[in-house]
């Protein structure tokens, strides 16, 4: 079964609008925490935002937030404002049993191409 | 700049041969990863060498070794190409703490076997 599950290809937004790209997860760890990374045309990975599944409130950095909802185990991306740069392909990615010495790694999902239109 | 370097950026080889990936993590990083980018699996992970030792094997095949040196930098070594070899391979580094985590990834190396 498919750890983390991007069940969008490919979006498009408007400039200067928000958007969610979605993410589900499954694990049966109590400890686990949840990250997005962002891939340009230009190839390389670029972390964005966080969060641990025992994070009560949801994380955000700059305009990126992160809607954790872990009853649903879903942590959707969202992007508000949206700028042309913004334009690329998101992945979502879990680490499990995060709090507990994990060997760190990444489980990564298939990733939404995101186009941002002007 | 992620801190991460790669080298080469690209390769262009032919099936059969052996080819070795470079990664010099992130100062003051102990661990290093190394994963596979390719259209049809997507991002897998390989391996994680820690400290100099092995601490995680994922989807790595034989054909393919990998080494962490004691100044911490890595080699993925692959062996015996084939042509579903092609991928984009990244190298990433993190330094283990309590909570976020992050992997820093370098810029990849694109491997195209022909």
């Known amino acids: 079964a498919q750890k983390i599950t991007q069940t969008q290809p490919g979006m498009f937004v408007q400039e200067k609008e928000a958007v969610t790209l979605d993410c589900t997860y499954d694990?049966?760890?109590?400890?686990?925490?949840l990250f997005w990374y962002k891939q340009p045309s230009s190839g390389e990975m670029i972390f964005l935002i966080y969060?641990?599944?025992?994070?009560?409130q949801n994380a955000t950095e700059g305009r990126y937030s992160l809607n954790f909802q872990k009853a649903r185990k879903s942590a959707n991306l969202v992007i508000s404002a949206s700028q042309l740069g913004d334009s690329a392909m998101y992945f979502c990615?879990?680490?499990?049993?995060?709090?507990?010495?994990?060997?760190?790694?990444?489980?990564f999902g298939k990733g939404t191409k995101l186009s941002v239109k002007p | 700049d992620s801190g991460v370097t790669q080298t080469p950026k690209h390769l262009i080889t032919a099936t059969g041969q052996r080819v070795t990936l470079r990664c010099s993590p992130r100062?003051?990083?102990?661990?290093v990863y190394w994963y596979q980018q390719s259209l049809d699996q997507g991002l897998q992970f390989l391996i994680q060498?820690?400290?100099?030792?092995?601490?995680a094997k994922g989807n790595i095949l034989e054909r393919f070794s990998a080494q962490q040196f004691p100044d911490l930098h890595s080699e993925l070594n692959l062996s015996s190409l084939e042509l579903g070899d092609s991928a984009l391979y990244f190298c990433?580094?993190?330094?283990?703490?309590?909570?976020?985590?992050?992997?820093?990834f370098g810029s990849g190396t694109q491997l195209s076997v022909l």
């Open positions: 990433a580094s993190s330094t283990p703490s309590q909570g976020n985590e992050k992997l820093f």
């Open positions: 694990t049966s760890d109590q400890s686990y925490g």
């Open positions: 969060q641990g599944s025992y994070d009560e």
């Open positions: 990615a879990m680490r499990e049993n995060y709090y507990g010495g994990s060997q760190g790694n990444l489980i």
């Open positions: 100062s003051g990083d102990l661990s």
């Open positions: 060498y820690y400290n100099g030792e092995e601490r």
